[in-house]
């Protein structure tokens, strides 16, 4: 992953400047985003997160329109991203991808054998009895899980980290860092970028990129994949402290207020 040493764009001058180009042509406008730390700031619990007001203004604004199309890619269950977020017209899609929410109520899920499932029953139950204490829970997705930390005291976070992914893997699952936490995914080849590409491809067909502009936001490193499968074909964020950080991502802002100044200016072209 490259190093990125990124522009940061704070403001709508900023946009202008660097992304007029590319968001005037003729070409419906399609808006990608992740939901925790990029539509909404982090919480300490998942349940507490809220996408700031002046950000649901304008992306309800943005999907009224008959020229703009949006998807939010999460790593939480599809429905409960849908239910965090609550807007129609919008597709959603959770577990990293693994499963697709369309407006019109049809769904896609990624296929997984039941030798996957059997094993995933196990270590939910496993991490439970074994490490979900100090302040440690698993978030329980059905397709993945997440194991949060982040109320762990600093002194037991290193030694639980490395027992919990020692465990993920013993299952057969990819144990993936996040912020504050650990992600179990199933070992398939599908992410957020392939399903950004899959979202793309229902919505405009095959040659999506001739006829959408696409615009992606997101802070985690899950994020980077969809980053690197739109690279050189739409424009990505990384939503991030520093601008000194591996990423596949075009551009820089600081947080998820620079999110909802984004999709402001966007909404008003």
Not at 103 to 123: A, F, H, V
Not at 178 to 186: G, N, Q, S, T, W
Request: hydrophobic residues 35%; charged residues 25%; aromatic residues 8%.
């Amino acid at each position: 992953m490259p190093v990125g040493n990124l522009i940061t764009l704070r403001n709508d001058i900023d946009f202008s400047r660097t992304l007029e180009n590319y968001a005037s042509t003729k070409k419906t406008l399609a808006v990608l985003l992740d939901y925790d730390g990029t539509l909404a700031p982090i919480a300490a619990h998942p349940n507490d997160t809220r996408i700031p007001q002046e950000t649901d203004v304008q992306l309800k604004q943005l999907v009224t329109r008959d020229d703009v199309f949006v998807a939010v890619i999460s790593g939480r269950g599809v429905d409960d991203v849908r239910s965090k977020v609550n807007i129609d017209n919008v597709t959603y899609a959770g577990n990293h991808g693994l499963e697709i929410l369309y407006p019109d109520g049809t769904r896609y899920n990624y296929p997984i054998s039941e030798d996957l499932k059997s094993n995933y029953t196990k270590m939910v139950d496993t991490l439970n009895e074994n490490f979900a204490h100090d302040g440690a829970w698993v978030e329980n997705k059905k397709a993945s899980l997440t194991f949060h930390y982040r109320n762990v005291p600093a002194e037991l976070q290193n030694e639980l980290k490395e027992e919990v992914k020692k465990t993920v893997k013993g299952f057969g699952f990819r144990a993936n860092q996040a912020h504050m936490a650990i992600e179990a995914k199933p070992p398939v080849e599908w992410n957020k970028g392939m399903a950004s590409l899959c979202i793309l491809e229902n919505k405009f067909g095959k040659d999506w990129s001739d006829k959408a502009k696409v615009f992606f936001a997101g802070d985690d490193t899950t994020d980077e994949d969809a980053m690197k499968a739109l690279k050189n074909k739409g424009i990505s964020f990384r939503i991030a402290n520093s601008n000194q950080i591996e990423t596949y991502a075009d551009y820089r802002l600081e947080s998820p207020l620079g999110v909802g100044k984004l999709l402001k200016w966007l909404a008003n072209r």
